[in-house]
C-alpha cells in the first residue's frame, strides 16, 4: 500500500539529507519556543508547525494565534506532513502538529492533525552499493479511550511506499499482548476523552503517561536507493482532527546485507555497518 503523498512532494538531493530520523523525539525546540510564550488557558498544549516557514499556528475558543519560532532550522526540525490546504486556519499545507503531555510535558506528534487520511513524514539519505536493513521503533498511542486509533509506518522511495510489519514489544496493561505483529499498528488505551467530568473536574486528552506502546520492525533498503521516505499514516481515528499519537521514533542501519561471491549466497552480518 502506498502512503497518500502528494506527487508533486519535493524531494531534496540524497547529499544534502541525513542518514537516519532527526528529532524523532520531537524535543527539537522546547515548548516555549513552539508556541511563541503562549500560556493562555487551551493554548498550552498543541501547536501547528509549518515546516516550511516555522510559523506556527493555535485556536481555542474562536480566538487565533501565530508566530514564528526563533532561530528556525527545518533541517533540524526534519518533520513534514502530506496535509493540504484546506478551508479552516488548521488546515495549512504540510503542516505537522505536536502536543505536550499535561502530566509529564513530554513533547509528541498528532497524526491526524486537521485532515483524515495525512501522514507525517521524513526523507532519508540511504545510498549504498549493497541491501541494508533498517530497524524501525516507535511509541503509538490512541488519544482516549473512545476510539482504537490506527496507523502504519510505510518506508520506500517517495510516492511508493509499502506497509511495515511492526512488532508489539510493550504493553501498557489495557489488554494488548506483546508479540503480536500486524502493518497496522492500533494501541488500546485508558485515559478519557477531552472535555469528560470526572469527580467534577473537566478531562485533558493530553494526560497519555503509561499509555504508550512500544512497535519494532525491520526494513530492507535495496542497493541504489539514494532517498527513502519514512511515512507514519494515519488509517483510522475518532475524527479529521485527532488521534494516532506518536513518540521516540527510530530509524537506524541495523547491519548490511552481503552476497557471497563464490556462490552467490545471501549473508548478514548483525553489528557491522
Known sequence: MSAQTPMNASTIANATLP???????????????????????????????????????????????????????????????????????????????????????????????????TAIYQDINTASDTPVVYRVRLDHASISRTWLDKMQVLVGKPGEEQAVPMTRTSSNGNGDQTGETSDVIATTVSNQPQGCHSDGVICSARNHKGQWETYEGQVTIPAGQQVTRFTFLNKSSSSNNSGNLVDNIVFEKAYPLNYDANGGTLTQTPGSK
Open 19 to 117: 542518514d537516519h530520523i532527526v528529532n524523532g523525539d520531537f524535543e527539537a525546540y522546547t515548548w516555549r519556543q513552539l508556541t511563541g510564550g503562549q500560556q493562555e488557558p487551551g493554548l498550552g498544549n498543541w501547536t501547528s508547525i509549518d515546516p516550511a516557514t516555522g510559523a506556527s499556528y493555535v485556536s481555542s475558543n474562536n480566538n487565533h494565534w501565530s508566530w514564528k519560532v526563533t532561530d528556525w532550522d527545518n533541517n533540524r526540525f526534519a518533520w513534514a506532513s502530506t496535509q493540504v490546504k484546506g478551508a479552516s486556519a488548521e488546515q495549512r499545507a504540510g503542516a505537522v502538529e505536536l502536543q505536550k503531555e499535561d502530566d509529564t510535558n513530554n513533547i509528541y506528534a498528532e497524526i491526524t492533525a486537521a485532515q483524515a487520511g
